[in-house]
């Protein structure tokens, strides 16, 4: 069981980029920590500097408190599975996976042994006498995570293990990655541009934009209680009016609303809740009435913009909904109390999150 932790962690390249600035986490041991941002974020540069792979401008990297930046990358206990796999392609699967027991002078008889222990693992049992150009994407991948994880790692890094795979095959693999690691308890970070993905496999999740943390937290904490409305938006969050909170109501132009939970102190603030949050029909309070401008029928769901004031929502709601609210009708909105947060102003983190995701 190995404790990960980045303290003041900085990466500063010749042209004076800040690629990682000043990063601090605590990762449990046994934990999966998710590395979230768009691309450019310094997420892949942390892991990177993790594994040995960049040695950092500044800070200090600890497994179990113990600095690591002086132990060379093979004897630390980190075994990184990069994005394209990079399984050799002149090896069948079984040398491919047991390769790093070969270069630890493991017997044979042990390393066909830990091999077909591997394939049962990842559910790719019998497979070991083909090549990787005879597996599919999804079948390469687990042979890439079966082989970090014969060398028994202290620490397990992933960089964008699922990008590559379709939809059906990412679902298949989520749940993959998080048996496994649940099973084994090894500590695993993993670097991703995917919410969704971070939401379903991650413990903690680290969102990091512009080479900085901006949040450091369960993934629940994301879409209830944001710190900026920079991360809202990142995490989908739609419906942001400006206001004055004060005696546990934020009053703005459209309205005044009860918020009981709040991200900031009194004062000019900003009203945040999210679009299925939003309920149609009047509650007698938190009440709010707007014009339908458009919807999208999704079938599972429909989606409502609304004009109230000089601000437009969105609504996401049952699909039935559609059948008795028309565009260009009035509609009563009611803003659950329990469901607004609200956060900073607005402008004052208005340089957050603008990088395109990729």
Request: charged share 25%.
């Amino acid at each position: 069981m190995t404790q990960v932790r980045l303290a003041d962690l900085t990466k500063i390249f010749d042209d004076d980029f800040a690629a990682v600035n000043d990063l601090s986490l605590d990762i449990e041991s046994g934990t999966l920590t998710a590395l979230l941002g768009p691309s450019g974020c310094g997420k892949t540069t942390t892991m990177k500097m993790i594994a040995g792979l960049l040695r950092p401008t500044a800070g200090d990297i600890y497994f179990n408190d113990n600095s690591i930046l002086d132990i060379a990358p093979e004897k630390r206990g980190a075994v990184m599975v990069f994005q394209n796999y990079l399984l050799f392609p002149y090896m069948n699967v079984g040398d491919n996976i047991g390769f790093g027991l070969k270069m630890r002078r493991v017997d044979k008889r042990e390393i066909r042994r830990r091999v077909a222990e591997m394939l049962e693992l990842v559910q790719l049992p019998g497979i070991e006498k083909r090549k990787p150009s005879q597996l599919s994407g999804g079948q390469q991948q687990r042979v890439a995570l079966a082989r970090a994880l014969i060398v028994e790692p202290n620490v397990l890094l992933l960089d964008e293990p699922l990008s590559n795979l379709d939809a059906h095959l990412r679902d298949e693999m989520r749940e993959l990655v998080r048996s496994i690691q649940r099973e084994l308890q090894i500590t695993t970070i993993f670097v991703t541009h995917d919410q969704e993905e971070a939401v379903v496999l991650a413990d903690e999740i680290a969102l990091m934009f512009d080479g900085v943390l901006q949040q450091y937290a369960p993934p629940a904490e994301f879409f209830e209680a944001p710190s900026t409305v920079a991360i809202a938006r990142f995490f989908g969050g739609l419906n942001f009016i400006p206001g004055t909170l004060e005696n546990g109501a934020i009053h703005c132009p459209c309205g005044s609303f009860q918020a009981p939970k709040s991200g900031v102190k009194a004062g000019v603030s900003t009203l945040s809740i999210r679009p299925e949050a939003i309920q149609l029909g009047g509650r007698g309070h938190n009440d709010v009435e707007g014009v339908i401008r458009s919807h999208v029928y999704v079938g599972r769901y429909a989606r409502f913009r609304i004009d109230i004031g000089e601000f437009q929502v969105e609504a996401v709601t049952e699909p039935s909904q559609v059948q008795h609210h028309q565009d260009g009708s009035t509609v009563t909105l009611h803003f659950p109390p329990e469901k607004i947060w609200v956060l900073p102003p607005e402008e004052e983190h208005k340089d957050e999150g603008n990088e395109s995701a990729g």
